[in-house]
């Protein structure tokens, strides 16, 4: 009998010669049943290797593979991971969801990214898509065939662009005047914690302790930023005062900044706010952003524009050149070139050991002023004998060369 119970075990076994090769292996169950099926298809996946025949997976569209892996994806992966993902299908299954899944080569990648070149997508967007083909591949067992031919596009590493005073005036200035009340406070916490985007819009009135000054994140890109604690600064302490006054029966759990919709006042800088749902944060702040940087750009001159920017000149009425995320790159370099030490630093900006090391490289140039600083400080100990200018053999040399 191929399909056996070895003394004092509860679970069947199976062995078996094929192709002059004994194959024993465990079923890991306990069902008589069950072990012969397993065996059986044991045996027919062998014999199909061994004979070159493919496996009717391999015929499987490409289309069907996304399904079934967003199906197990959708299960780990956070929300706003999900959606990332999502949003790179969106231009992925255009292109390959007819496809047969053992069909795909290295060189429709290549195409795929010429395409999305030519449609103006950035180096790093298209990564990030081609690693979503990657991992669904991976999952089919048919990115290893073609994995040395794949080749992901060259990106920039750099800190991004920090914000000069002249830049900051005029785009706070601009975010008072927006239809969207709450960017004004949210750019300003931007600027004076250095908090990641997701971390401002998915804040809670209960991280916020006006009394003890502090602000305690909520869950982050990282473990280590997770649950950091900041205090707050005099300036953005006074804004979250300001805000709070509009939301008097404001609960632990609702929204810092809340779901709003905006309809015409009788003042244009004083829209009507109705359907404010407290319970739900608000869905995203790029319109109110982009207008904001629109009119922030027509009241700067290009130079006031581009004290710190590293790429071409921009001209006067041009939008702003700044990513939200760029306030925290503001807020870090302003930090750094205040002195303030880098393991502070990187404690309040959360980030991970990993993570720390690579922006040691990235903002290296900003600390040289504290670290000269610091090297400064172990000049300044006196000691009582002075180190001797030359050294005893030297001293014997000369005197003997005198002799």
Request: hydrophobic residues 35%; contains cysteine; positive net charge.
């Amino acid at each position: 009998m191929s399909v056996y119970r070895p003394a004092g075990s509860r679970v069947w076994w199976y062995e078996f010669q094929f192709a002059g090769q004994r194959i024993r292996e465990s079923t890991k169950s306990r069902s008589k049943t069950l072990a012969i099926e397993a065996e059986r298809q044991r045996r027919r996946e062998l014999e199909t290797a061994y004979n070159g025949v493919k496996k009717r997976d391999s015929a499987k569209l490409f289309g069907v593979a996304v399904e079934e892996w967003l199906a197990l994806k959708s299960v780990t992966l956070a929300p706003s991971s999900l959606r990332i993902e999502n949003d790179n299908l969106k231009h992925i299954r255009p292109r390959f969801d007819r496809y047969l899944v053992r069909d795909v080569k290295a060189s429709d990648i290549a195409e795929y990214q010429k395409m999305r070149l030519s449609e103006k997508a950035s180096d790093k967007t298209i990564n990030l898509e081609v690693g979503t083909i990657r991992s669904i591949l991976r999952r089919n067992k048919r990115w290893a065939d073609i994995q040395q031919d794949v080749r992901m596009l060259p990106t920039r590493d750099d800190i991004g662009k920090a914000l000069s005073a002249e830049e900051e005036d005029a785009l706070l200035r601009c975010c008072l005047t927006s239809r969207s009340r709450c960017l004004y406070p949210a750019v300003v916490l931007a600027l004076n914690s250095g908090m990641r985007y997701s971390e401002i819009r998915l804040l809670q009135w209960k991280q916020i302790n006006l009394g003890n000054k502090t602000l305690l994140v909520g869950k982050s890109k990282t473990e280590s930023g997770t649950g950091r604690t900041i205090p707050l600064n005099a300036r953005l302490l006074a804004v979250l005062e300001m805000w709070a006054a509009n939301f008097q029966h404001r609960e632990p759990e609702h929204f810092v900044f809340p779901s709003e919709k905006y309809g015409a006042g009788t003042d244009e800088f004083k829209p009507c706010v109705y359907a404010t749902d407290p319970k739900k944060p608000v869905n995203d702040w790029k319109e109110a952003w982009e207008g904001a940087k629109k009119r922030a750009g027509e009241i700067l001159i290009p130079e006031a524009q581009n004290t710190r920017s590293k790429g071409p000149i921009e001209q006067k009425g041009q939008p702003l050149h700044c990513r939200f995320h760029d306030l925290r790159h503001t807020a870090c370099t302003r930090l750094l070139e205040g002195g303030v030490p880098y393991p502070v630093v990187s404690t309040i900006m959360g980030w991970s050991a990993a993570t720390a090391i690579r922006m040691a490289k990235r903002y290296g140039h900003i600390g040289q002023k504290a670290m000269r600083e610091a090297m400064d400080i172990l000049g300044r100990v006196e000691i009582a004998t002075e180190s001797p200018k030359k050294s005893p053999q030297s001293e014997l040399v000369e005197g003997a060369r005198a002799n």
